[in-house]
């Protein structure tokens, strides 16, 4: 810049008297190269040389105010992304120092994505950073590409230069407008400073991603309680280097596009001996999971958004009509056009779900949805209405019900936005810990309570919480026929035995049911004066937290002291931890139990409000089903509270046991093996949060299956936000790519990783058919 200088205040005399030609063309050759040098670095990297050598992860901006700055982590080396050493591998496997410099200076400003041809954008945010979306980001090349969409975000810091630029609306339909960066490199440090402690916190907040060894630890997991796991599969680690060659293809299936690998194992029904106990209801999980992905209904859309979907839902993404026709007089659902629409009724509430509850809290108040009873479990719960208009109260509910000939009733749930899994009461335990649900609901649910000792009903009592709350609507309690008469015989006689308590029982004049409501006892003592031992006490060695394949008992469990108490009023208990912690009680994370619990409640909220609500391009307002696939205290779950969303915790059954803490903060969740397929419909879930899940599941797991149980449960346009570690992001973000999913952000600090990935509409050519779903 200084020649460039010289020579324009020499302009005056002429330039040959002092240097002859030849020389005069290499000064201005070597200026034009300078000033190329300086301004594209900016470009190409994210990150400077220090004074040593070593990689500084400023920002590069020198190119100009408004240059447009793009990284890909695929192109940089590992020092780049990690910053451990000096010399490091790339990511294509080679080597040196000279190596790395050739990338950060030579690398082309726009990579074709070799699958599908379309330019893929993915952003390394600024170290410390954490996926914020500091919205440097922008398209390179000859023009925009209309079929993918690039990382914008908007981030104002006191004190800091501004990152400008506006987050488009959530629409997978178009290209995301390019970002600008202002600002100097110096005061570029103090954003960096600023965005420090957001995905990735430092100091005690970044303790929190580091576990204690579960055995250590306050809790055993699923697998070891229930001592009925099968042996671990020890797969070798899927080597997904080539994941962009691979080959998917569709399923093909009876079911469909309403495939559940664990529910539709045709072959292994029937080779069931009985179906006596709902057999052929209950999960029979193929020895491998399928590689295959789930087909679209014909004339898929978008879900309609919470609140209108629980009135009404898109036809063709739930295609089923036959509860329309058998339930249709009792208001469960109707046809109205392109819609299915949900007048919240239901069979024992034909006037509507609000009344219902309402006349609930009526006859016995103390049960005061949203404040003493927070979570509540629907047992064959239809639509799912009674849960849908309890969240009006501030309740949370979890509907199951079996997929059987009431077609597709927990699908028409879910894409209501209503919470719900397929499931059925039959020979197993339910996947939940016991003690834990506020109340439980049966709306002439068709569950025969009583028979073999009363084992269902046993089963509820297992779950629930110690003072809760039975609510049955039933013909029993109301209607005179002979059938009715023994079954209302036979249930006062066991829940007595139980020592269950008879709040009232009433009739609603609005809706002509009746309404019975019983409360579990908290105290052993009823138990202790019964005259017969019948229904029998556990033996001591039964654990009641223990549900993963575990045979059904008829026994009833004796209260123990931890859970004997209520929880504090929702929603003061989200924040509490549990009185039962001790403090001598080694956490996940290897602090003191309840010190624990808080510092993972602020690492989520801090990360989510710091990253998850700005720096993902999320609509967050499109977002109504989470699942947090590997959950420890519920912490994600908490500090989501105020959006409009509910989140299903997912304790891994290799996972620290922690579930019980969960539900006693107001939330709820469910155990469950990811080298399985989940127990949902798909097309399921708006978001999927998996936190250092995959890193663990590929050791024992086919780990294109377990991708592939994703792609199924997620909606299109759904969003996955994943957190491992590096060499584990690497992997997956090559599958994800492989199914022409869009990679909005890769992020990586000291080997940890973060990635955003939106699951697009697009299906495979080839079929790939599944012999043992085929009818």
Not at 302 to 330: A, C, D, F
Request: with cysteine.
């Amino acid at each position: 810049m200084a020649l460039g200088r010289n020579l324009k205040m020499e302009g005056r005399r002429s330039l040959t008297s002092y240097y002859t030609a030849p020389v005069v063309a290499i000064f201005v050759a070597l200026g034009i190269v300078g000033v190329w040098m300086m301004t594209s670095s900016s470009t190409v990297s994210m990150q400077e040389f220090s004074p040593e050598g070593k990689l500084t992860e400023k920002q590069a901006i020198s190119g100009g105010k408004n240059q447009p700055v793009k990284t890909n982590t695929r192109d940089l080396p590992e020092e780049t992304v990690e910053g451990d050493t000096n010399t490091s591998t790339n990511l294509d496997g080679s080597d040196t120092e000279d190596k790395q410099s050739e990338n950060l200076s030579d690398k082309p400003t726009q990579n074709k994505n070799s699958d599908n041809g379309n330019p893929e954008e993915i952003f390394e945010a600024e170290d410390k950073a954490g996926g914020k979306g500091k919205g440097e980001d922008s398209k390179t090349g000859d023009g925009p590409d209309e079929e993918s969409s690039s990382y914008s975000g908007e981030i104002k810091k006191q004190g800091a230069p501004s990152v400008s630029g506006k987050i488009e609306p959530d629409d997978d339909s178009k290209t995301h407008k390019s970002d600008t960066v202002e600002g100097q490199v110096g005061a570029n440090d103090q954003t960096k400073d600023q965005l420090s402690n957001e995905a990735f916190p430092d100091g005690a907040q970044s303790e929190i991603l580091n576990e204690a060894s579960p055995q250590n630890g306050a809790w055993l997991t699923q697998a070891i309680k229930s001592n009925n796991e099968n042996e671990e599969r020890q797969s070798s680690v899927i080597n997904t280097s080539g994941a962009h060659g691979y080959n998917w293809k569709v399923c093909n299936v009876t079911a469909g596009p309403d495939y559940i690998p664990c529910l539709d194992n045709l072959e292994a029904i029937r080779k069931l001996r009985t179906t006596k106990h709902y057999e052929h209801r209950e999960r029979h999980c193929p020895e491998d999971g399928p590689t295959c992905l789930v087909p679209l209904p014909k004339g898929y859309k978008q879900p309609i958004e919470w609140p209108q979907s629980r009135e009404q839902i898109w036809y063709y993404n739930v295609p089923h009509t036959k509860l329309v026709e058998v339930k249709g007089h009792q208001n469960w659902v109707k046809v109205s056009g392109e819609y299915l629409t949900f007048p919240g009724g239901g069979t024992q509430f034909k006037r509507g779900a609000l009344h219902y509850i309402d006349f609930i809290e009526e006859i016995a108040p103390d049960i005061a949805w949203g404040k003493h009873t927070r979570v509540v479990l629907d047992v064959g719960c239809g639509v799912a209405s009674f849960g849908g208009f309890l969240f009006e109260k501030d309740v949370l509910t979890m509907s199951l019900a079996p997929k059987d000939e009431h077609e597709a009733q927990i699908q028409f749930a879910l894409e209501r936005g209503i919470p719900a899994i397929s499931a059925v009461m039959g020979t197993k335990r339910l996947p939940f810990p016991a003690r834990v649900f506020d109340a439980v609901h049966c709306a002439r649910c068709r569950v025969p309570w009583h028979i073999e000792g009363g084992k269902l009903l046993l089963e509820l009592n297992r779950l629930l919480r110690p003072g809760g709350y039975f609510v049955w609507s039933a013909t029993p309690i109301y209607q005179k026929q002979q059938e009715d008469i023994e079954i209302w015989r036979e249930m006062s006689r066991l829940t007595k035995s139980m020592c269950w308590e008879v709040v009232v029982i009433k009739k609603d004049k609005v809706n002509r049911v009746g309404v019975a409501i019983y409360r579990k006892t908290s105290s052993n003592e009823c138990y202790e004066k019964r005259k017969e031992n019948e229904p029998p006490l556990c033996q001591n060695s039964d654990d009641p937290n223990a549900a993963w394949n575990l045979l059904l008992q008829a026994c009833i469990h004796k209260v123990p002291k931890r859970g004997s108490h209520w929880p504090e009023q929702w929603p003061e208990r989200m924040k509490i931890p549990p009185y039962w912690l001790k403090s001598t009680q080694l956490g996940v994370y290897g602090k003191a139990a309840p010190e624990d619990f808080s510092a993972d409640y602020e690492h989520w909220k801090h990360v989510i409000s710091k990253s998850y609500m700005n720096g993902m391009g999320i609509s967050w307002s499109s977002v109504r089903n989470v699942m947090d696939m590997r959950s420890v205290y519920g912490g994600f779950a908490a500090a989501l509270k105020d959006l409009k969303v509910w989140v299903m915790n997912v304790v891994p059954v290799d996972s620290p046991d922690t579930l019980p803490i969960i539900y006693e903060r107001g939330l709820f969740g469910i155990y469950h093996d990811w080298c399985e397929s989940f127990s949902t419909y798909p097309r399921s879930y708006d978001l999927l949060h998996a936190d250092h899940l995959f890193s663990k599941l590929k050791q024992r797991c086919n780990l294109i299956s377990v991708i592939a149980e994703v792609d199924r449960i997620l909606r299109p346009g759904g969003k996955l936000i994943v957190r491992d570690n590096f060499e584990t992001i690497s992997e997956v973000e090559n599958i994800f790519k492989s199914m022409h999913w869009e990679i909005r952000l890769t992020y990586s600090k000291e080997k940890e990783g973060l990635l955003c990935g939106v699951k697009t509409m697009w299906q495979p050519k080839e079929v790939e058919t599944i012999t043992y779903a085929i009818q």
